[in-house]
Structure formats: structure tokens, C-alpha cells
T-cell receptor, first 112, second 113 residues
């Protein structure tokens, strides 16, 4: 069966520090991968999605970047965190277009 | 530009009654719609979906209705249970071949015992 792993579960980082969140999917090949953010009191905002290795689409101009170095690995990064980067970050995968996406447990990032 | 809209941030219903959550979309290229349920500090879990070739899909207590002409869908939960209390997100995909899944801002459902 397919599983998605996202870590860490919680993270407290100072302003200006770098960020790296990693997400891996097991049990499937060539998944569509997504990074979402849920800011306090807001909905799910799509940040990046990828349909293949090295193929990244950015939805929102921001302080973040994403990379897909391997088929089932998706990384969210920042060189210098801002206070406004605080939120709940979710990685998700879907097997095909027009199917449901499956989410990881999320990372609570607090920038202080 | 918010392409998927959930205009009610919250909804409160009594246990045993029907819960109706609404969602509107603006992009006529969307052809697949989903509902997710989310508890605090957890990832969303998939509930039910509907393709644009249908107008209704039912799974147990959950039914999703799609009105393409109005660009509107709704989720009915009957009967509502206290364990259904969560945030419900509507999502859509299929923008002419785009792979991305776009979510609304969510509706917080509270089912009172």
C-alpha cells in the first residue's frame, strides 16, 4: 500500500534561518506531488506542485522554493525564513489526474 | 483569484439532523470535485468525490451534489454525528489538463450532542 511521510512534525526556527522540509512517498511510481500551507484561520493554499522529477510549478510568489530530486521525494526550502512563513505545511500526493490526493500529517512551522 | 469558494466559514447543527456544506467554483474547466475532512494538527482525509459527468454521488451518510450550470456543489451529511465535527474543504481539479488540486478555505462544522 502507499504511504506518505512528512517530517518533522513541528519546527521552531528563528527569522532569517534556512528551512528544509522533506516528504517521501512509498508504494507508488510517478506520483503528482503537492505542497500546501494552512496559515492560522485560513484555508489550504497550494504552494507548489510537481508532475515529475525536476518539474516544479509555483503557485504563489513567496520566500519558498521546492525541488523534486527523486521520483518520490519532494522538498520545500527557504534560504531565509520570514515571520509570515509560519503555518501548517502539508505534503500530498495523487496517483493520476482527477483522483483524490492523500496528505501527510503536516509540519507545524513557527518562525520566531 | 479564488477559484473555489466556501462562503460559510462555520456551520452548527444538532446531532441527528442534516448538515449541508456548500461550495462554488468559477473555473468552468474543473471536471473533478472532492470533499476533505480535517481535524486540527492533522492532514486532510478524503471523504467523497464526484466527476462532472455525474450530478450525485453517495457514500453512506455522505452525499455530494453537483450543479454544473450553477457551478455549485454541496455535501450532505445525514444523520450528523458529533464525530463529524471538523473543518471540511471543497477541492477541484481538471483545468484543461492541469494537474493541480485547488482547495476552498474550508467550513468548520460543529455537531452538537
Amino acid at each position: 500500500s502507499q504511504t506518505i511521510h512528512q517530517w518533522p512534525a513541528t519546527l521552531v526556527q528563528p527569522v532569517g534561518s534556512p528551512l528544509s522540509l522533506e516528504c517521501t512517498v512509498e508504494g507508488t511510481s510517478n506520483p503528482n506531488l503537492y505542497w500546501y500551507r494552512q496559515a492560522a484561520g485560513r484555508g489550504l493554499q497550494l504552494l507548489f506542485y510537481s508532475v515529475g522529477i525536476g518539474q516544479i510549478s509555483s503557485e504563489v510568489p513567496q520566500n519558498l522554493s521546492a525541488s523534486r530530486p527523486q521520483d518520490r521525494q519532494f522538498i520545500l526550502s527557504s534560504k531565509k525564513l520570514l515571520l509570515s512563513d509560519s503555518g501548517f505545511y502539508l505534503c500530498a500526493w495523487s496517483p493520476l489526474r482527477n483522483t483524490e490526493a492523500f496528505f501527510g500529517q503536516g509540519t507545524r512551522l513557527t518562525v520566531v | 483569484d479564488q477559484q473555489v469558494k466556501q462562503n460559510s466559514p462555520s456551520l452548527s447543527v444538532q446531532e441527528g439532523r442534516i448538515s449541508i456544506l456548500n461550495c462554488d467554483y468559477t473555473n468552468s474547466m474543473f471536471d473533478y470535485f472532492l470533499w476533505y475532512k480535517k481535524y486540527p494538527a492533522e492532514g486532510p482525509t478524503f471523504l467523497i468525490s464526484i466527476s462532472s459527468i455525474k450530478d450525485k454521488n453517495e457514500d453512506g451518510r455522505f452525499t455530494v451534489f453537483l450543479n454544473k450550470s450553477a457551478k455549485h456543489l454541496s455535501l450532505h451529511i445525514v444523520p450528523s454525528q458529533p464525530g463529524d465535527s471538523a473543518v471540511y474543504f471543497c477541492a477541484a481539479s481538471g483545468q484543461g489538463g492541469s494537474e493541480k488540486l485547488v482547495f476552498g478555505k474550508g467550513t468548520k462544522l460543529t455537531v452538537n450532542p
